[in-house]
């Protein structure tokens, strides 16, 4: 680790911060603090994107730079913006888990992989004890567990994990007119994103039946129909277990026709 | 009054009424209730007037108060006759009710 | 700082042994409404350094009125208003609709001319209006600085207002002037102790309101409106005979439903707010035109409505009030207007400011040049001369016999009683009057009254 420790925030350019953007900033805050040493808060946008930064300022982050480019770019060109424009690898990089809207939360693993640090995902709490970084993130069935986080590390949290601090009057009237960083980075052609199509409902495969046999369009129609077939009262069987249930049923929907494309070995799975 | 539609109207629950009004909650009560001058109070007039409900009585005569869903309109403490009953302030700058429509 | 202090009917001032040296602006104004950034965008275009402080976390988010705003103020301020400001309909249908629990009758006005330029009145959301109103203050060079609590006045020892304390961090602000805009509760003006009175629930009504999404063709169809046009329907006792009315105003995609009412009565008659408006909203007149509305958000606000009389100081040494927080709204019957006498109060209040600031005199005395603009301008001549109307308005009379006495001289009126013969308008009086249990000496002392008032 480096004389003085870099704890970078990664913040998405919407204004205003949303939640998780929130929480990142204040972990920022606090473990530029814990550690001794600078926070830088960042951002990808264009100059509508100073915004979050100015926020970010007011806040009490000590550097701002905004990286030159689209606003809604994919999570692996954000991330290879914000590394080609850091130019350093950070001692700590914080994010948002999702950015608001139809954020995926990828863009920190990409960062992760790209700057070749450890990386923990959705956090609930992160802070500083006894030297060591420690997470804690949701698993499945409402538990929790705890990571001990080496450095270099990207940690994304989840909004609510930590409530921003109010920005002082002093510093957020400065913050409006502060001058902002900018890097202007080469990018990659954007990809051409999947398109999406409009949507359609669900609709079923069509059942194939047999073609009516019959000499007339008359008959053909009724045996179509089944209008000439004569009613047979509900047959009740009795099966003696599930397995002569399941053999009965099967057998029924084999003799009208609906398992045709099946074979024998299916039914035994 | 023989208004049909209205009578479904009515069994609209408060809950739901307040659904669409959005409230950022604060972390500190912005108005406090000494119920002890509640419990000795007969007029009461703040479970009639506080437009979010906030005040209701409780089954042992008491009052009870939520300051989460607050219009922060004043009414409460407008009509309070008991002195210093209520304790009203603003919320914290940013939080507290967000009219999106007003 | 010391104790954490929050602006509230008991926040205290802080008191400075020595006014500052320098101060951060020249105008500070608290509350980003109507009046306050009208307010800042005078002093700011009159050559001024402003801030603009917003309890809110965006100019309007606390604000709620009925729904209808009158722009001509604006010409002023904004030339050519109407092509900007986010109107949702032009109102050109005026109704005043008195009711029982089964009868209305209603006074219809249209006028195709209101929906054209220059215009008259529309509706349109506080979030909407307040924002564009602050972006106009903001343009001129006021800073907006929203999020933030005004908790109390700085004030010198001796007296005059030199800021405020926020409740941020490092939060005191200095400037020549304060322009508390605070609203109706104006914990700034009653520190400053401008109101004398402390009987203020007396002269406040508490507004509730339902915002009902319906499709914008319904809307047209069951208010008979096309395009942009709108229609404001006052309303006249449904209120259980407590003092207050109610609305009805057209937005664009969503109708406003409300109910005002004084806040003493109110208590006295252990009714709840929203039972009110349910009984609004199933009235045969009223049900129809709000049916399968789906609520949107329900608002609630207090109002300040008595008017000339009890107005308070309007200037103290290095203060300045306006808009709600100086009790500006006019309730006076068939007018119901607040967004522009905000406005207007504002605006005379930023450029007072400015001047008292050139003349390098911010105390009283030198701000005495608002008051009497006020007083030359509509937002005092109207309030002068409808003093008697909010009275007349709230007074029993008028809230529980004469919606009963209107309606069925009109029911006489119009039912064909055969075979008896129509009886005359002088009889159906008599007899209305007597079943109501009015005095007639008190009807026509009252139409008098009514008739001076209004003039």
Same mark, same amino acid.
């Given at each position: 680790?480096? @004389?003085?420790?870099?704890?970078?925030?990664?913040?998405?350019?919407?204004?205003?911060?949303?939640?998780?953007?929130?929480?990142?900033? @204040?972990?920022?805050?606090?473990?530029? @603090?814990?550690?001794?040493?600078?926070?830088?808060?960042?951002?990808?946008?264009?100059?509508?994107?100073?915004?979050?930064?100015?926020?970010?300022?007011?806040?009490?982050?000590?550097?701002?730079?905004? $990286?030159?480019?689209?606003?809604?770019?994919?999570?692996?060109?954000?991330?290879?913006?914000?590394?080609?424009?850091?130019?350093?690898?950070?001692?700590?990089?914080?994010?948002?888990?999702?950015?608001?809207?139809?954020?995926?939360?990828?863009?920190?693993?990409?960062?992760?992989?790209?700057?070749?640090?450890?990386?923990?995902?959705?956090?609930?709490?992160?802070?500083?004890?006894?030297?060591?970084?420690?997470?804690?993130?949701?698993?499945?069935?409402?538990?929790?567990?705890?990571?001990?986080?080496?450095?270099?590390?990207?940690?994304?949290?989840?909004?609510?994990?930590?409530?921003?601090?109010?920005?002082?009057?002093?510093?957020?009237?400065?913050?409006?007119?502060?001058?902002?960083?900018?890097?202007?980075?080469?990018?990659?052609?954007?990809?051409?994103?999947?398109?999406?199509?409009?949507?359609?409902? &669900?609709?079923?495969?069509?059942?194939?039946?047999?073609?009516?046999?019959?000499?007339?369009?008359?008959?053909?129609?009724?045996?179509?129909?089944?209008?000439?077939?004569?009613?047979?009262?509900?047959?009740? $069987? =009795?099966?003696?277990?599930?397995?002569?249930?399941?053999?009965?049923?099967?057998? &029924?929907?084999?003799?009208?026709? &609906?398992?045709?494309?099946? =074979?024998? @070995?299916?039914?035994?799975? | 009054?023989?208004?049909?539609?209205?009578?479904?109207?009515?069994? !609209?629950?408060?809950?739901?009424?307040?659904?669409?009004?959005?409230?950022?909650?604060?972390?500190?009560?912005? !108005?406090?209730?000494?119920?002890?001058?509640?419990?000795?109070?007969?007029?009461?007039?703040?479970?009639?007037?506080?437009?979010?409900?906030?005040?209701?009585?409780?089954?042992?005569?008491?009052?009870?108060?939520?300051?989460?869903?607050?219009?922060?309109?004043?009414?409460?403490?407008?009509?309070?006759?008991?002195?210093?009953?209520?304790?009203?302030?603003?919320?914290?700058?940013?939080?507290?009710?967000?009219?999106?429509?007003? | 700082?010391?104790?954490?202090?929050?602006?509230?009917?008991?926040?205290?001032?802080?008191?400075?042994?020595?006014?500052?040296?320098?101060?951060?602006?020249?105008?500070?104004?608290?509350?980003?409404?109507?009046?306050?950034?009208?307010?800042?965008?005078?002093?700011?275009?009159?050559?001024?350094?402003?801030? %603009?402080?917003?309890?809110?976390?965006?100019?309007?988010?606390?604000?709620?009125?009925?729904?209808?705003?009158?722009?001509?103020?604006?010409?002023?301020?904004?030339?050519?208003?109407?092509?900007?400001?986010?109107?949702?309909?032009?109102?050109?249908?005026?109704?005043?609709?008195?009711?029982?629990?089964?009868?209305?009758?209603?006074?219809?006005?249209?006028?195709?001319?209101? +929906?054209?330029?220059?215009?008259? /009145?529309?509706?349109?959301?506080?979030?909407?209006?307040?924002?564009?109103?602050?972006?106009?203050?903001?343009?001129?060079?006021?800073?907006?600085?929203?999020?933030?609590?005004?908790?109390?006045?700085?004030?010198?020892?001796? +007296?005059?207002?030199?800021?405020?304390?926020?409740?941020?961090?490092?939060?005191?602000?200095?400037?020549?002037?304060?322009?508390?805009?605070?609203?109706?509760?104006?914990?700034?003006?009653?520190?400053?102790?401008?109101?004398?009175?402390?009987?203020?629930?007396?002269?406040?009504?508490?507004?509730?309101?339902?915002?009902?999404? %319906?499709?914008?063709?319904?809307?047209?169809?069951?208010?008979?409106?096309? /395009?942009?046009?709108?229609?404001?329907?006052?309303?006249?006792?449904?209120?259980?005979?407590?003092?207050?009315?109610?609305?009805?105003?057209?937005?664009?995609?969503?109708?406003?439903? +409300?109910?005002?009412?004084?806040?003493?009565?109110?208590?006295?008659?252990?009714?709840?707010?929203?039972?009110?408006?349910?009984?609004?909203?199933?009235?045969?007149?009223?049900? #129809?035109?709000?049916?399968?509305?789906?609520?949107?958000?329900?608002?609630?606000?207090?109002?300040?409505?008595?008017?000339?009389?009890?107005? #308070?100081?309007?200037?103290?040494?290095?203060?300045?009030?306006?808009?709600?927080?100086?009790?500006?709204?006019?309730?006076? +019957?068939?007018?119901?207007?607040?967004?522009?006498?905000?406005?207007?109060? /504002?605006?005379?209040?930023?450029?007072?400011?400015?001047?008292?600031?050139?003349?390098?005199?911010?105390?009283?005395?030198?701000?005495?040049?608002?008051?009497?603009?006020?007083?030359?301008?509509?937002?005092?001549?109207?309030?002068?001369? %409808?003093?008697?109307? #909010? /009275?007349?308005?709230?007074?029993?009379?008028?809230?529980?016999?004469?919606?009963?006495?209107?309606?069925?001289?009109?029911?006489?009126?119009?039912?064909?009683?055969?075979?008896?013969?129509?009886?005359?308008?002088?009889?159906?009086?008599?007899?209305?009057?007597?079943?109501?249990?009015?005095?007639?000496?008190?009807?026509?002392?009252?139409?008098?009254?009514?008739?001076?008032?209004?003039?």
């Amino acid at each position: 680790m480096a @004389e003085q420790p870099l704890v970078v925030a990664a913040l998405s350019p919407a204004d205003p911060l949303g939640g998780a953007d929130q929480a990142a900033l @204040e972990h920022t805050l606090r473990l530029a @603090e814990a550690l001794g040493g600078r926070s830088l808060a960042v951002t990808v946008g264009p100059a509508g994107a100073e915004e979050v930064l100015r926020q970010a300022l007011a806040c009490g982050v000590q550097r701002v730079l905004r $990286i030159d480019g689209p606003a809604a770019a994919d999570s692996d060109t954000t991330a290879r913006a914000l590394v080609a424009g850091l130019g350093l690898v950070p001692d700590l990089l914080l994010c948002g888990d999702r950015s608001s809207g139809r954020g995926t939360g990828a863009t920190p693993a990409f960062l992760a992989a790209r700057l070749g640090a450890a990386q923990a995902l959705g956090l609930t709490e992160l802070l500083l004890r006894e030297g060591e970084l420690t997470a804690v993130r949701r698993i499945d069935g409402r538990r929790r567990e705890q990571l001990t986080v080496p450095l270099p590390a990207v940690c994304s949290v989840e909004r609510g994990s930590a409530r921003l601090r109010r920005a002082a009057l002093p510093a957020l009237l400065a913050a409006r007119t502060a001058e902002i960083q900018v890097a202007t980075v080469a990018l990659p052609e954007p990809r051409q994103p999947v398109r999406l199509g409009p949507a359609r409902p &669900y609709r079923p495969r069509p059942l194939v039946l047999p073609a009516p046999v019959g000499t007339d369009p008359l008959a053909r129609i009724r045996a179509l129909t089944e209008t000439d077939r004569p009613r047979t009262a509900a047959r009740v $069987i =009795t099966p003696a277990g599930p397995e002569a249930a399941v053999d009965e049923l099967l057998g &029924y929907l084999r003799e009208h026709g &609906y398992l045709a494309h099946l =074979t024998r @070995e299916d039914d035994q799975c | 009054m023989t208004g049909q539609p209205g009578e479904d109207y009515r069994e !609209i629950s408060f809950d739901d009424r307040m659904e669409g009004t959005e409230f950022r909650v604060s972390e500190r009560a912005h !108005i406090t209730v000494d119920t002890e001058v509640c419990d000795s109070c007969t007029v009461r007039s703040c479970l009639h007037v506080c437009p979010a409900k906030l005040f209701v009585p409780r089954a042992d005569g008491g009052i009870l108060f939520n300051f989460e869903q607050c219009f922060e309109c004043g009414a409460c403490y407008q009509v309070c006759d008991a002195e210093g009953a209520i304790t009203w302030t603003y919320p914290d700058g940013g939080l507290g009710v967000v009219f999106r429509k007003g | 700082m010391t104790e954490p202090s929050y602006a509230g009917p008991v926040s205290a001032s802080a008191l400075l042994q020595q006014p500052p040296p320098a101060r951060d602006f020249d105008v500070l104004v608290v509350g980003a409404g109507p009046a306050g950034s009208a307010a800042a965008l005078a002093a700011a275009r009159a050559g001024c350094s402003v801030a %603009l402080l917003e309890r809110g976390p965006y100019p309007g988010s606390k604000n709620v009125y009925g729904g209808v705003v009158y722009g001509r103020i604006l010409d002023e301020l904004v030339p050519q208003w109407w092509e900007e400001m986010p109107v949702e309909r032009w109102v050109t249908r005026r109704s005043t609709m008195v009711m029982t629990a089964d009868q209305a009758l209603t006074v219809d006005f249209r006028s195709q001319r209101w +929906g054209t330029a220059p215009y008259n /009145g529309a509706t349109a959301h506080r979030s909407d209006l307040d924002g564009w109103l602050a972006g106009h203050a903001v343009a001129a060079g006021a800073v907006l600085v929203p999020a933030t609590v005004a908790t109390g006045l700085l004030r010198t020892t001796a +007296g005059t207002v030199v800021g405020v304390r926020t409740d941020r961090p490092d939060g005191d602000l200095t400037a020549k002037v304060v322009i508390a805009c605070d609203g109706v509760n104006s914990f700034l003006a009653k520190e400053a102790g401008l109101h004398p009175r402390q009987d203020n629930a007396r002269h406040l009504t508490l507004g509730v309101k339902e915002t009902l999404a %319906l499709p914008r063709e319904v809307i047209e169809q069951r208010f008979g409106l096309t /395009g942009r046009d709108g229609q404001d329907i006052e309303i006249l006792g449904c209120t259980r005979g407590i003092p207050g009315g109610g609305f009805l105003y057209t937005n664009l995609e969503s109708v406003s439903l +409300g109910v005002v009412v004084g806040l003493p009565g109110l208590a006295a008659a252990k009714v709840r707010p929203e039972e009110l408006l349910a009984d609004l909203k199933a009235h045969p007149a009223i049900a #129809p035109l709000v049916r399968g509305g789906r609520q949107v958000e329900y608002a609630a606000h207090l109002i300040p409505e008595g008017g000339y009389d009890h107005l #308070p100081e309007l200037a103290g040494d290095g203060l300045l009030v306006a808009g709600d927080a100086a009790g500006m709204c006019l309730a006076a +019957g068939i007018w119901l207007e607040g967004v522009n006498f905000a406005i207007g109060a /504002g605006m005379y209040a930023g450029r007072a400011a400015a001047a008292a600031i050139g003349a390098g005199d911010t105390s009283q005395a030198g701000l005495a040049g608002y008051r009497r603009a006020l007083e030359r301008s509509f937002v005092l001549a109207d309030h002068r001369k %409808l003093r008697k109307v #909010p /009275g007349l308005v709230l007074s029993e009379r008028m809230q529980r016999q004469y919606p009963g006495l209107i309606c069925d001289l009109a029911e006489g009126l119009f039912e064909v009683d055969n075979p008896r013969p129509k009886p005359g308008v002088w009889r159906l009086l008599r007899t209305a009057v007597r079943r109501h249990d009015i005095s007639p000496r008190r009807l026509l002392a009252d139409a008098i009254t009514g008739m001076r008032a209004f003039g």
